[in-house]
């Protein structure tokens, strides 16, 4: 285990075996909510980190998450509280991953990108640089919006090109693959190659590009 003199780990985290924590990461702090913050507000369990990961420097990581073996959490790059992610899950440089959110073992988020509370990501998902997802249709108007609140779900083997917008709550199909700057508004089929504003299909994802080809 390896742990840089100028990084901060909160009392409690669980660090496997082969950790690196990275110079001036903090890893394992508890949330400060905003007064009209929609996230829970119990006191969350320590962090727990699998082994052979990486924690960058300047990333944060919060306390309530578990990441599992072999994960890299790039410099400044945040992932927040209740978190689960896989093994071997990349989360790029400078990326976000809100509060709530479950990623699956082996996807790859690039550098810059906005992953919204309240999503889920399966296995071998790429999500390329830049790319933003949401979770609120109401846009923080209205008491209505909290039973509607959740982000996308992004299907097994499902790639979203740079700078992609997927709107609140729509699933992104298995296979499926959005091409870069795409605006998605509604959910996307399996297999389906979407493309635009708003997003359209065009084909499918041929066979020799699926998993296990």
Same mark, same amino acid.
């Given at each position: 285990?390896?742990?840089?003199?100028?990084?901060?780990?909160?009392?409690?985290?669980? !660090?496997?075996?082969?950790? *690196?924590?990275?110079?001036?990461?903090?890893?394992?702090? &508890?949330?400060?909510?905003?007064?009209?913050?929609?996230?829970?507000?119990?006191?969350?369990?320590? !962090?727990?980190?699998?082994?052979?990961?990486?924690?960058?420097? !300047?990333?944060? @990581?919060?306390?309530?998450?578990? #990441?599992?073996?072999?994960?890299?959490?790039?410099? &400044?790059?945040?992932?927040?509280?209740?978190?689960? #992610?896989?093994?071997?899950?990349?989360?790029?440089?400078?990326? #976000?991953?809100?509060?709530?959110?479950?990623?699956?073992?082996?996807?790859?988020? &690039?550098?810059?990108?906005?992953?919204?509370?309240?999503?889920? !990501?399966?296995?071998?998902?790429?999500?390329?640089?830049?790319?933003?997802?949401?979770?609120?249709?109401?846009?923080?108007?209205?008491?209505?919006?909290?039973?509607?609140?959740?982000?996308?779900?992004?299907?097994?083997?499902?790639?979203?090109?740079?700078?992609?917008?997927?709107?609140?709550?729509?699933?992104?199909?298995?296979?499926?693959?959005?091409?870069?700057?795409?605006?998605?508004?509604?959910? @996307?089929?399996?297999?389906? @190659?979407?493309?635009?504003?708003? *997003?359209? &299909?065009?084909?499918?994802?041929?066979?020799?590009?699926? #998993?296990?080809?």
């Amino acid at each position: 285990m390896t742990v840089a003199e100028t990084a901060v780990v909160y009392p409690g985290v669980e !660090l496997g075996d082969g950790v *690196a924590i990275g110079d001036h990461a903090v890893v394992g702090k &508890q949330p400060t909510l905003g007064r009209r913050s929609t996230a829970t507000r119990e006191e969350l369990p320590p !962090l727990v980190v699998g082994e052979g990961s990486a924690i960058l420097s !300047l990333a944060v @990581v919060f306390a309530g998450t578990r #990441l599992g073996r072999r994960v890299v959490i790039g410099d &400044q790059a945040c992932v927040r509280e209740r978190c689960e #992610l896989g093994d071997e899950v990349v989360v790029g440089r400078g990326s #976000l991953v809100e509060n709530d959110t479950t990623i699956g073992a082996r996807t790859r988020i &690039q550098a810059n990108a906005y992953v919204t509370a309240y999503s889920t !990501l399966e296995e071998d998902v790429f999500i390329a640089p830049g790319v933003i997802t949401t979770n609120d249709n109401f846009m923080g108007r209205t008491e209505a919006r909290l039973a509607a609140m959740r982000g996308p779900t992004i299907r097994r083997g499902a790639r979203i090109g740079g700078g992609a917008v997927l709107l609140p709550g729509i699933e992104i199909g298995e296979e499926a693959f959005v091409g870069a700057g795409a605006v998605v508004l509604v959910d @996307v089929p399996a297999r389906a @190659v979407v493309v635009g504003n708003p *997003a359209r &299909q065009i084909r499918t994802v041929p066979d020799e590009e699926l #998993l296990g080809s």
